[in-house]
């Protein structure tokens, strides 16, 4: 409910007759006074609900917290190794920060980008990874395509990687053939005889598609749709994955902006060389605490894991050195499995 000075003023009227307390008037410096104690202040609303909305919070934490009971109870029988999350995340062909570092006062803070309009399309990404920290390979992506396929002289020229598997369509998006292709070409061959899956409640994740496509070797897969609504809280990509994917892009974008390096972020086969690097640094045993930790968050996991670098801590700020350890050139990235400092030439060409 909306909340008033006066109506403070209202309630304690109304509990002054309760108690009878002779001589209070709840004046506006006694108001004054208790929202300063209570640590109350004006604020905008950021969002209008019904009580119906509360009910449904209940319900949902009712049944998130059944999930992940039932997911602990996967866990210990199919083994952690065996449990896996996979998700879907769009990412803009053109991907840099919302923010930067500006004089005091600029009210207009504007940044070059390469494209304006590389910055208003985007394509999707799916990964894998295990409840024990494992990232699976390959990286699913789908780039968006004006007739939904890629054309015999792409398919010939684009940028090829044993760690991603490229897929295309006309919105950039999956769909329900997506997911079928993503099922038998990515997931199963990946994943061993008895395997759990969480996914979100997208209707293109059918539990026939994934009947008809189970191969010979696999003697169950467990399903596991979590609780609509729910994701951002339990889904352990969403709670501790695609941020630190995105935030590393990012900076990667930014760096090759700010040194005025020749690449073009957004043509197809940079995309790709860019996601397959990613996938890349992110797979790297280092990391894997990483991923143990969206778990650990999300509340499936009882011990929470050691202390770990950020990919983008590790990779662009605390281990990374002026010049490339290979040539001597500017040095844009330290690489997650060797340690070195690599130019722009020694990691992406």
């Given at each position: 409910i909306i909340i008033h000075d006066i109506d403070i003023a209202r309630w304690a009227l109304r509990a002054q007759k309760e108690v009878n307390l002779l001589g209070f008037t709840a004046s506006l410096s006694?108001?004054?006074?208790f929202?300063?104690?209570?640590?109350?202040?004006s604020r905008k609303i950021t969002k209008f609900i019904t009580k119906k909305n509360l009910a449904s919070d209940k319900d949902l934490e009712a049944r998130s917290k059944s999930f992940i009971e039932n997911v602990k109870s996967s866990i210990i029988q199919y083994g952690i190794e065996n449990v896996y999350n996979s998700d879907q995340s769009g990412f803009q062909l053109e991907f840099h920060s919302g923010r930067s570092l500006s004089p005091i006062g600029i009210k207009k803070v504007e940044r070059i980008v390469q494209s304006i309009s590389a910055t208003t399309h985007s394509y999707t990404i799916q990964p894998i990874v295990s409840a024990d920290g494992r990232l699976l390979s390959p990286l699913f992506i789908v780039l968006k395509e004006p007739t939904g396929t890629f054309g015999p002289i792409v398919k010939e020229t684009m940028f090829k990687d044993?760690?991603?598997f490229v897929m295309a369509s006309k919105s950039g998006k999956l769909t329900s053939h997506h997911f079928e292709i993503w099922i038998k070409e990515v997931f199963f061959p990946n994943v061993g005889p008895k395997s759990v899956l969480l996914l979100d409640s997208w209707t293109g994740h059918c539990p026939d598609i994934i009947q008809r496509n189970k191969p010979d070797f696999i003697d169950n897969i467990n399903l596991l749709t979590?609780?609509?609504?729910?994701?951002?809280?339990?889904?352990?990509?969403?709670?501790?994955?695609?941020?630190?994917?995105?935030?590393?892009?990012r900076h990667f974008s930014d760096t090759i902006m700010l040194l005025d390096l020749d690449v073009k972020l957004h043509s197809r086969n940079n995309i790709l060389k860019l996601q397959s690097?990613?996938?890349?640094?992110?797979?790297s045993p280092r990391f894997k605490n990483l991923f143990k930790y969206a778990w650990y968050k999300s509340g499936y996991l009882?011990?929470?894991?050691?202390?770990?670098?950020?990919?983008v801590d590790f990779c662009f700020k605390t281990n990374l050195k002026p010049t490339c350890d290979i040539c001597g050139e500017i040095a844009v990235i330290s690489c997650a499995w060797c340690k070195k400092s690599l130019c722009i030439i020694s990691f992406m060409i």
């Open positions: 006694w108001v004054k006074r929202k300063l104690a209570h640590n109350i202040v044993n760690n991603i979590i609780p609509a609504g729910a994701t951002g809280k339990i889904q352990p990509l969403d709670v501790f994955g695609f941020r630190l994917w995105k935030n590393f892009v690097l990613t996938h890349n640094q992110f797979s009882e011990k929470k894991p050691e202390e770990f670098d950020t990919p």
